[in-house]
């Protein structure tokens, strides 16, 4: 199985900041990769597809970047609303793991 | 627009089963796979298994071959999945979700989850 590391697994940032987050494949993912968004006591939601495809809908502040073994998930002037856990997860090959997730709180 | 709803929560004792459905609605329901994820309380987020509703193709997680079962209804685009022999550890919020894409495949829908409670 690929497996998906992130860190940090934790982040206290305040609303305006830019904050990074990265992922790392075991293997070399090309650019399957996707990173999802979820707030407590609700579903996942998709930001970014295909390593830097943004979802339809999600605000342009949120990024992604990468290819083979790494990748980012940059969001820039963080919002209120932005305050969640992050997850990044491959699709090159079943079973679609997940990284173990970012938490991003409020500084 | 695109909705999953899933049924409601459900408590079990050890070593029984539960089945959980997922009804889609908003697509084409044979062009997407369903892909099942669950999350024990306070943990990530761990991919169950996927299938495709047009050929009822499956694909499990190892760790949960032999216990799990995804099956769908294409006449009411509804997507069910079985979990067997229930263990304590498998407490967690289940979720369907939309596996959109060919080739380059992500979740780009999700259900509202549904809360398995197994305990004695």
């Known amino acids: 199985d690929i497996q998906m590391t992130q860190s940090p697994s934790s982040l206290s940032a305040s609303v305006g900041d830019r904050v990074t987050i990265t992922c790392r494949a075991s293997?070399?993912?090309?650019?399957?990769l996707n990173w999802y968004q979820q707030k407590a006591g609700k579903a996942p939601k998709l930001l970014i597809y295909v390593a830097s495809s943004l979802q339809s809908g999600v605000p342009s502040r949120f990024s992604g970047s990468g290819s083979g073994t790494d990748f980012t998930l940059t969001i820039t002037s963080l919002q209120p609303e932005d305050f969640a856990t992050y997850y990044c997860?491959?699709?090159?090959?079943?079973?679609?793991?997940f990284g173990q997730g970012t938490k991003l709180e409020i500084k | 627009q695109v909705q999953l709803v899933q049924s409601g929560g459900e408590v079990k004792k050890p070593g029984a089963s539960v089945k959980v459905s997922c009804k889609a609605s908003g697509y084409t329901f044979t062009t997407c796979g369903i892909s099942w994820v669950r999350q024990a309380p306070g943990q990530g987020l761990e991919w169950m298994g996927w299938i495709n509703p047009y050929t009822a193709n499956t694909n499990y997680a190892q760790k949960l071959q032999g216990r799990v079962t995804m099956t769908t209804d294409t006449s009411t685009r509804t997507a069910y999945m079985e979990l067997r022999s229930l263990r304590s550890d498998d407490t967690a919020v289940y979720y369907c979700?939309?596996?959109?894409?060919?080739?380059?495949?992500?979740?780009?829908?999700w259900g509202q989850g549904t809360l398995v409670t197994v305990s004695s």
């Open positions: 997860q491959q699709s090159y090959s079943p079973p679609r793991t």
């Open positions: 979700a939309r596996d959109y894409g060919g080739a380059i495949t992500y979740f780009d829908y």
């Open positions: 293997q070399t993912i090309s650019r399957y």
